[in-house]
């Protein structure tokens, strides 16, 4: 209501009216014509339609979580077959408790981000355990009392499972609220996403705030994309700042908003970084630049075995239970400290010797290829080698669990998109 009125959500940094929504009416309008274009033309989304049938309230925000975890750095069209066979397998809370997490991890594999299945079940546990099967039902208390569960995705199942009133600011609404009111600061700083956060709860339709918190991010979506945005299609293109300057540039008297705050405002563009015409609206948001992904080399070997069978079997051991890729398993791999390119071979010898017990002649590696894999963060080069071994091995349990699996097993085991395309390394 503060922002409803023009009034400053921060009284130690008033804002220009043409950075706030501060008319009533428009509020409305914004609204009624978002919800309305929502309705004609929102996906088909597996999630939204449970959580549009769900009579079950447990069953209903449980739904919304997984898709909520899911959907976090992972596009949609990726999500949806992801979802389908989790909430096949696990439909409830009570289900997903009971599953081990290397069962979580097989189903999590290929989508990435893979703390994020951990942390999923590890709420599903503490609600099982903790709160009796039942899921919080406001955006305070999921996101104090389950893991894993940020404002984000707290606002996101308290709105669209249980009707609060309650905003969400994720990436897509960033952007359509940044060019509604010409936003140019870095919209990663943590004093503009604070104000993004006032202004989506002013906005949020008290009637209908599940629908209205995805139809905002289902405009980011489809219609005011990064590059490109459709603005001829938007339902509520009449209330955009940054539209509006494109189309009649400065029209006095109206004050232009680079001029409000003469260069202080914390919520303009920085004085050095002008408006640039041929951007358009895609001038906001603005954001900082990302670091370049650090580079890492890794050498990987593929041990071969005989199986009882006559069958080929590999080893494949489990990284630890956190950091990148916890719990995953992999072929054993050696990080690679990059002034040691030219020993490669003879240290990932070194490595297998240690662990196996056992004298591993580094000529006995045969090179494969080099594989490279682009995590967020990560431009990981694994340098691959094989080795086949004569008869059985015995491993230092000491180290990291172990086994054998053939070909069809590996597959079917919860290892990275990494290791299933150091798998298919041509040799």
Request: aromatic share 8%.
């Amino acid at each position: 209501a503060a922002l409803l009125a023009g009034a400053p959500a921060f009284a130690h940094a008033p804002l220009p009216a043409r950075h706030l929504f501060s008319d009533p009416a428009e509020v409305e309008a914004l609204r009624r014509n978002l919800l309305s274009w929502y309705d004609r033309c929102k996906r088909d989304l597996p999630w939204r339609a449970l959580a549009a049938t769900e009579p079950d309230a447990d069953r209903r925000g449980y739904a919304v979580l997984v898709s909520e975890i899911m959907l976090q750095q992972t596009q949609v069209a990726t999500v949806i077959d992801y979802y389908n066979r989790w909430m096949q397998k696990w439909p409830t809370l009570q289900a997903l408790a009971q599953a081990s997490l290397e069962e979580v991890n097989e189903l999590w594999a290929g989508l990435g981000y893979y703390s994020r299945g951990k942390r999923l079940q590890e709420a599903a546990r503490k609600v099982v355990s903790e709160l009796a099967g039942r899921m919080p039902r406001t955006a305070e208390d999921l996101q104090k009392l389950l893991p894993g569960v940020g404002r984000y995705t707290a606002g996101a199942i308290a709105s669209i499972s249980y009707g609060q009133a309650t905003g969400v600011v994720d990436g897509n609404v960033i952007r359509v609220l940044c060019r509604l009111r010409c936003i140019g600061a870095d919209s990663s700083s943590l004093a503009v996403v604070d104000r993004l956060w006032d202004m989506a709860n002013v906005l949020v339709d008290r009637s209908r705030p599940g629908d209205f918190n995805q139809a905002l991010m289902e405009l980011g979506a489809t219609v005011c994309v990064p590059k490109g945005p459709l603005c001829g299609e938007c339902p509520i293109k009449q209330h955009c700042q940054a539209r509006c300057r494109k189309l009649f540039g400065n029209p006095p008297p109206v004050p232009d908003v680079e001029d409000c705050g003469v260069g202080d405002c914390p919520l303009c563009p920085p004085a050095t970084e002008p408006w640039d015409s041929s951007l358009g609206v895609t001038n906001f948001p603005r954001k900082a630049a990302k670091k370049p992904p650090r580079a890492m080399r890794t050498a990987t070997c593929v041990l071969e075995r005989r199986g009882c069978q006559g069958t080929p079997e590999y080893l494949i051991v489990q990284r630890p239970s956190s950091g990148l890729l916890a719990g995953l398993w992999e072929f054993p791999s050696l990080p690679l400290a990059q002034d040691l390119q030219e020993k490669e071979r003879e240290v990932l010898a070194d490595h297998l010797q240690a662990w196996m017990g056992r004298p591993v002649a580094a000529k006995g590696l045969r090179f494969i290829g080099e594989v490279i894999h682009i995590f967020s963060h990560i431009h990981q080069t694994y340098v691959v080698y094989s080795l086949p071994l004569d008869g059985d091995v015995t491993l230092d349990p000491a180290l990291s669990p172990y086994r054998w699996v053939t070909e069809d097993e590996f597959r079917a085991s919860a290892v990275s998109t990494a290791m299933k395309k150091v798998w298919g390394a041509p040799e």
